[in-house]
DNA sequence: CCGCTTCGTGAACGGCATTCACTGTGTGAA
DNA sequence: TTCACACAGTGAATGCCGTTCACGAAGCGG
């Protein structure tokens, strides 16, 4: 009877978790710093101190060891965007929706090794086999976020609604459509479908900007990148209409 | 004297640039079949019927070879565009403009792997020492092609020519300001700034859009991907005013 | 014809991911 | 307490990779 808390748990189980910890953070680490490219499992394995081989003990490959790494990346940015509109809530959406945006575009330039894993990368180093790695759900999820803003947005009447004009058979892919369902859960107040693209159109040109940024290809044009991001987000705000 | 034309080029010389094409085309190929992680100078040697080292005769390294190989995809991508800028030539700007952003997206999607070495890949691939391999320059030759649609609606007086509002100190950068005056020069229609950024920002929505499809992320979002960049490019086209 | 440049070879080096037979050791049951 | 076993970790081996280097075999200009 003893402990009752962590009977279960093993002297060995623990210390196997702390060495798993050990061996993601590293690879977090080591693509933060060197890129999906410059990524070594040898070189992971070097810095927690186990031979390479010791590292198939805790993934199955080099690929699943990315894709955890690209999992826990996918739960940060998400972060990243949940905290930007928690610190908002209660004033304009408008506002809002600039405070997520510029912190995806924040969490974009102080991690460009996971953006690029996410964002930028073939599925050659992802799709594994255990831990969805790029599963659509984790896109979903960051997708939700500004979804969310733009419902709360609309159920205190400063955004107009749109009337659900039917836009064809349907638009959005039935995960989708889903991740509107819970947005209406979660606020209250229901998003149609054109809500819902006007925002992935915003999303993605979002994107666009903090991509081509990121590597270097706005420097070419433009001598103050922060400026022209709000620039540009204020265009994008103004054609989502709010 | 003989032959006047090729009389300094000697035999070996003509031999040599056969094989420098083969190697170059076989790298194109390659990378657009297994990307810019899949790609292998020892495979392409391989191809070509060679020794590893041999390449080496051709290329200083395979960063120089992926740096031609990046050189000639800028020259075709903004072949594309040009083409589906001329073959609409004498239509209406805003037609125009579709017909060269939806060139950009299906070229993007003919050639994955040149898109992602291109745009979506850390420079440690790139910067070789001979050939300008991510030049800003081919940026701008890119980009030249609707700044040049746009100038030459201005010049038809079917866009409308902001008063060239101050824009603070200078937002562009000197070699697009460049940029600016060559297509003044080709179409004898100055472009403000103002336009400029505006083209920079539409652009860069577009490409977002092309990114994220690309590498599978809209799928999760949207059915009919094509119906939708339409949707997306009418807004960006909006927003541009034209 | 000769010397020289140039093309191509093959071996070698170090790094990479991955597999496998192996050793010790913590663990749970007898 | 003892025993068998599961398991973390090792080290060697395999087959990729980019890159270098000494060498042979041609084509070339004088």
Redesign the interface.
Same mark, same amino acid.
């Not at 993605?204 to 900007?209: A, C, E, L, Q, T």
């Not at 270097?216 to 433009?222: K, Q, T, V």
């Given at each position: 009877m003893g402990e009752s808390e962590d009977r279960a748990i093993s002297r060995r189980d623990r210390q196997r978790q702390v060495t798993l910890d050990e061996i993601t953070s590293s690879a977090q680490r080591q693509l933060t710093e060197h890129?999906?490219?410059?990524f070594s499992l040898r070189a992971v394995a070097r810095e927690v101190g186990l031979t390479p081989s010791a590292i198939y003990r805790y993934y199955d490959s080099q690929t699943a060891l990315v894709s955890a790494v690209a999992l826990t990346a996918y739960e940060q940015a998400t972060d990243a965007l949940r905290t930007a509109a928690d610190l908002t809530a209660g004033q304009h959406t408008r506002g809002r929706l600039e405070a997520v945006f510029t912190a995806y575009r924040a969490w974009a330039l102080t991690h460009?090794g996971e953006f690029?894993l996410l964002?930028?990368?073939?599925? =050659? %180093?992802l799709r594994a086999d255990e831990p969805a790695p =790029?599963d659509?759900a984790n896109?979903?999820r960051l997708?939700q976020v500004p979804l969310e803003v733009l419902a709360d947005g609309i159920g205190r009447g400063e955004v107009a609604c749109a009337p659900e004009a039917a836009t064809?058979p349907?638009?959005?892919?039935r995960?989708?459509a889903a991740v509107r369902r819970e947005v209406a859960e979660r606020t209250g107040h229901e998003v149609g479908e054109e809500p819902c %693209?006007?925002m992935? =159109?915003a999303w993605? =040109?979002?994107?666009?900007?903090v991509?081509?940024d990121l590597?270097?290809?706005?420097?070419?044009?433009?001598?103050?990148r922060k400026?022209?991001f709000r620039?540009?987000l204020g265009?994008?705000l103004?054609?989502l209409g709010v």
């Open positions: 890129g999906v490219r410059g460009p690029e964002f930028a990368t073939d599925q =050659s %180093l =790029s659509p896109l979903h997708y064809g349907q638009a959005l892919t995960p989708a %693209l006007a992935v =159109s993605v =040109s979002v994107h666009g900007y991509a081509l590597y270097g290809h706005l420097g070419a044009f433009l001598v103050d400026a022209c620039r540009h265009a994008v103004d054609t």
